[in-house]
């Protein structure tokens, strides 16, 4: 499908702490790759910088050149006094992309939370609205899936569900996804270590 990313000779620095240091390696999509690699390491930082317009042309190199990216940070950017749907029917429309009834209904059942669709966000649990922040990233059907730690706040068979629908885009996206601690049933393509200032990619 021509899906890739090559980084070349990244370098990442906090204040005075080098994170990074002339990185570069190549990742041919679709495919999922997880991101390991201890706290403060640089990995949230990693995927922040992909989403740098200033880095693309000199250190990212994407295939399709303008992929569509959806990103999931730990700030979820939900506006909690809309409905989950309400949420999903304004994000996709800015990215000039709204979504039809049918979708955004196929979306909810999905994820298994269509009763919360009508219901606002701050009476969510953590668990759910992390589900709501998860269809935002997938509502624009992005080829680029950029995830920092998201089974954060799921329960064990919402887990089971996010890996079922991750394996299923991973057939069709290129997608990065920051862990924490090793998952299950995830069909991994590669792996990116972050270690002292450095990438090892198996």
Same mark, same amino acid.
């Given at each position: 499908?021509?899906?890739?990313?090559?980084?070349? &000779?990244?370098?990442?620095?906090?204040?005075?702490? #080098?994170?990074?240091?002339?990185?570069?390696? !190549?990742?041919?999509?679709?495919?999922?790759?997880?991101?390991?690699? /201890?706290?403060?390491?640089?990995?949230? #930082?990693?995927?922040?910088?992909?989403? +740098?317009? !200033?880095?693309? $042309?000199?250190?990212?190199?994407?295939?399709?050149?303008?992929?569509?990216?959806?990103?999931?940070?730990?700030?979820?950017?939900?506006? $909690?006094?809309?409905?989950?749907?309400? &949420?999903?029917? @304004? *994000?996709? $429309?800015?990215?000039?992309?709204?979504?039809? /009834? $049918?979708?955004?209904?196929?979306? *909810?059942?999905?994820?298994?939370?269509? /009763?919360?669709?009508?219901?606002?966000? @701050?009476?969510?649990?953590?668990?759910?609205?992390?589900?709501?922040?998860?269809?935002? #990233?997938?509502?624009? +059907?992005?080829?680029?899936?950029?995830?920092?730690?998201?089974? #954060?706040?799921?329960?064990?068979?919402?887990? !089971? &569900?996010?890996?079922?629908?991750?394996?299923?885009?991973? &057939?069709?996206?290129?997608?990065?996804?920051?862990?924490?601690?090793?998952? !299950?049933?995830?069909?991994?393509?590669?792996?990116?270590?972050?270690?002292?200032?450095?990438?090892?990619?198996?």
């Amino acid at each position: 499908m021509g899906l890739s990313l090559k980084v070349s &000779n990244l370098s990442l620095s906090i204040g005075n702490k #080098t994170l990074l240091r002339n990185v570069s390696f !190549d990742l041919e999509g679709p495919g999922l790759f997880t991101i390991l690699g /201890e706290n403060g390491a640089g990995k949230s #930082t990693f995927l922040k910088a992909l989403l +740098d317009p !200033d880095r693309k $042309s000199e250190t990212f190199l994407f295939q399709p050149k303008s992929p569509r990216i959806g990103y999931l940070s730990h700030e979820l950017g939900l506006y $909690s006094s809309l409905s989950a749907k309400e &949420n999903i029917e @304004y *994000f996709s $429309s800015l990215q000039g992309n709204s979504l039809p /009834e $049918s979708e955004i209904k196929e979306l *909810f059942q999905v994820f298994k939370i269509k /009763e919360k669709a009508k219901d606002p966000i @701050y009476t969510l649990s953590r668990g759910q609205k992390q589900k709501v922040a998860l269809m935002r #990233t997938l509502s624009m +059907d992005p080829n680029l899936i950029l995830l920092d730690e998201p089974f #954060t706040g799921l329960d064990f068979a919402s887990k !089971d &569900n996010l890996i079922e629908i991750l394996n299923a885009w991973s &057939n069709k996206a290129l997608i990065l996804i920051v862990l924490h601690e090793k998952v !299950d049933s995830l069909h991994i393509k590669g792996r990116l270590e972050f270690l002292d200032s450095r990438i090892s990619y198996a």
